[in-house]
């Protein structure tokens, strides 16, 4: 089986940091690029972050410079280190592989 698994969502306070983690399984993860969505409330899912195979990265404006992105593919695991978070970072935060279907996405709550 393929499939993703994200953690690391909770609820933090505005200004706070939290890393989200997005294990895959059963394809060559060093051989795919791997992105970051969220969706939050009644809102369509939208792009965060990607990372290429050969380690290069993109990010939405609305998170340049407090968002990072980083894989280790020795744990086929991608990573999303959130800085700074604002409340407008409420959402469901899913990664996204072309060899994957979506996994369950993880809550991330930024709210005082």
């Known amino acids: 089986q393929v499939h993703l698994v994200e953690s690391g969502g909770g609820l933090v306070q505005p200004g706070g940091s939290l890393r989200l983690s997005c294990t895959a399984s059963g394809s060559i993860f060093r051989l795919h690029d791997m992105a970051w969505f969220r969706q939050a409330p009644g809102k369509q899912r939208e792009w965060v972050a990607e990372i290429s195979a050969r380690v290069g990265t993109k990010y939405a404006e609305a998170v340049k410079g407090r968002f990072f992105i980083s894989r280790d593919n020795a744990k086929s695991t991608v990573y999303l280190q959130m800085n700074n978070l604002k409340p407008e970072d409420t959402a469901v935060y899913y990664c996204?592989?072309?060899?994957?279907?979506w996994g369950q996405g993880t809550q991330v709550s930024v709210s005082s």
């Open positions: 996204h592989g072309s060899a994957w279907s």
